[in-house]
């Protein structure tokens, strides 16, 4: 029997939906989300690192229902707790990443795997936790060397969209949401032309260009304040627009706009549209924020350092000013953390605890290092409160490792996430045992 055409179509379409199912489910992630906490779990004899305050050795930490409950040397443990010798170990809280785009591209070079940039130019009522991918082989990667929360942030246009600060275990981006609405992203053009050989734009066209973006810039704050205005008045019949709406707690000063911004006229650019409109200011980026020390500290703008693994911004430059830039924010009193930088490859994001060692190996101390990834980051995000230092009545978010978590030979050997134990394999362990194998077959063989 011969089917009818469009019968024939529908059932191709349905063929093809099933196998494409098929393959995504296939290439998921084979972790499993880790299991609600059943009963109080002490660790007991290791190096505890508060991060908020002293180190404790051969301290003891107990965490029960997801939150820690006690954190000392003579702390006593609950009845029925699970004791976890972690003697000549070391307990820190779970490092966090303040700028990524970790669940939103898979492989950077593969356009069908990225959804972190939406179309168009102005798109305040982007959440970028929404189009988070939980399967990503990414997320094991990164937590597998202590990396357990993430800032997750759009890119793309002049008003990217929200961020969001995300656990790493969980089955939907629903579980791994620490919270929403961290900040809108605004990405700040260039103040002075580009004059480098692959610059294809002239440098009146680059100033056009400026102007256009800021103009947009100011155009989007004056629409968004008109409509918040016609919003809240008396019998408003104003119809509900996404973008505004999600404009008002930018305008309200209890969302912050995070800017990117490196060189010193954007910096100065960003404080000054920040403070006429009377928002609150994050930086990302930073590269010349040392610079502009006295102007940030009046508007209490902090930093986020994009990585100390890159190129000088100038030709002119030290070498080390990437490297030296955390110990130069420190000096100069700037609030800052650290990021693992890279925005457009998140494949890196394991490598944060290596971006704050660098900086220590540059001036800055081992304490202050070991905050930067930690408790700083928490502080400048609003999640200080459950995350970034281990303390009683916080989130039982942390791990344990072999040794000090700055140095590459340290292994982390387990992590919890508000007290859930964390399945700490991953692509690349997998791979390291497949060819293992491979290569005891071949000695096998040969003798």
Known sequence: MTLPTSKYSHLVALVLLFVVACAATANAGPEIPGAPQRRPIALVGGTVHTVSGETLVGGTLVFDNGRIT???????????????????????PGLLDAYTQLGLIEIGA?????????????????????????????????????????????????????????????????????????GLHVSWPNMSPVTEWWMEQSAKQQMEARDKALENLRQSFDDARAYWKSRTAPQSRQPVDARWEAMIPVLEGRLPLIV????????????????AQQVKLILY???????????LK??????????????????????DAPFTLPQRLRQAGIKFCIASGDRTNASNVR?????????????????EALKAITLYPAQVLGVADRVGSLEPGKDATLFIADGDILETATHVEAAYIQGRAVDLSDRHKRLWQKYQEKYRRIEVKSN
């Open 298 to 319: 009046q508007y209490d703008v902090p930093v986020i350092v994009a990585g100390t693994y890159r190129l000088p911004l100038r030709r002119g430059d030290d070498y």
């Open 351 to 367: 490598n944060l605890p290596y971006d704050a060692a660098n900086a220590v190996a540059f001036g800055l101390s081992q304490d």
């Open 70 to 92: 006690a954190v000392g040397k003579k702390t006593s443990i609950p009845a029925g707790a699970e004791q976890i010798d972690v003697a000549g170990k070391h307990v820190y």
């Open 285 to 295: 980026g930073g590269y010349d924020a040392p610079y502009c020390a006295d102007l």
């Open 260 to 275: 990117a911004a490196d060189e010193a006229q954007q910096i100065q650019a960003a404080v000054a549209f920040a403070a």
């Open 110 to 182: 593969v356009r069908a795997t990225n959804d972190y940039h939406e179309a168009g130019q102005i798109n305040p009522n982007v959440k970028a936790q929404v189009a988070v991918n939980p399967d990503s082989e990414l997320i094991p990667v990164t937590r597998s060397n202590g990396v357990l929360l993430a800032l997750t942030a759009p890119m793309g246009g002049l008003i990217a969209g929200r961020s969001a600060v995300l656990e790493l275990d969980g089955w939907t981006w629903e579980d791994m949401t620490l919270r929403g609405d961290i």
